[in-house]
């Protein structure tokens, strides 16, 4: 076994801010990663679109590394350090965690500075925080997760820049300055895995070097006062089986967004349309227009179809309700789950 400690990144950043497509990049330009995708809620979608090739993919579903799951990140760290020892696994020289959207960064340090073993076996090396350019302003005014997620960041990095004004990009960077003025700041559009090898020891240096964006003084970061309020976020998943009328999913969807409102924080599925040999990709974030896309094929041969709805509230059985409305109106049979 190595006695250099295994450097751990954490991605995190808000529902719908574009983890997974920074982190498919990513695996399509390094070979040398181990990755561990957290997801809120039981049925799991991100590591289905997940790019795999080598790399080792590793799912903690059913809550956040912050919270429900830390126990189970535990033993997820300590089987990819024996099976990489025991010559199971590639040799992957760093571990990528993608939070879930709901998730409070300073969780996963709390794992790894609780736990001897992971202690001396890993060391967080940054934090990077994927902000939407859109929609990153009102996450921030309404969830105090994404508020968590950019105060915890080493570097901020601001997606779906091609999506919003000129003036809006530049509002939203004022207001992360504002945040955290220790971050860098850049597009993550020009930011390459090589952002993975920088070393943040829990002391962001602002250097300049990924995009004119970068500002602030290095400064030792503190974890934000805890808030003691807990998520109120609410997650839902459905799976069925069984092909639907593309006209009769765009009903569907258009009820249920009607039904959701202002609580509709996240939707994302995979769902087998007629006609088509591959699944519908479904996301939309909050008030955002419904992107669909065609995939060439099933994830892993898993032709199930799929929904995850995520809610803002105070009311955990809202989201259940939404699906229980979506298999009724799209008559799918009572053993869907």
Known sequence: MTAEPIPLVVLT???????????????GERADLAVI??????IGIDQDLA????????????????????????STLRNLYMARAAGDLPPFSLVLLETTGAADPFGVSAVLEQDLWLRKRYRLRSILTTVDARAGAAALRRHPEALEQVTAADVLLLTKTDQAGGSECQALAEQLRRLNPRAELAQAQAAGAALLNREMPRQCRITGSLAPLASGAGLLREPPPATGAGHRLHPAGLRWRGAIAYDRLEQA?????????????????????????????????????VELEPLPAWPDGDDDSRLVVIAAGDDPARPERWLESWRRRLALTEDSR
């Open 51 to 74: 790019r795999r090739g080598g790399a080792p993919i590793s799912l903690l579903p059913g809550g956040c590394v912050c919270c429900a799951v830390q126990g189970t990140l535990r």
């Open 37 to 42: 995708i957290n997801e809120l809620g039981d």
């Open 13 to 27: 950043g808000f529902l719908g801010s574009g983890k997974t497509t920074l982190l498919n990049r990513w695996l």
């Open 253 to 289: 969807l258009a009820a249920l967004r009607r039904e959701a409102g202002d609580e509709l924080v996240r939707l994302k599925g995979l769902v087998a349309i007629e006609k088509l040999d591959g699944p519908l990709l479904i996301q939309a974030v909050a008030g955002e227009p």
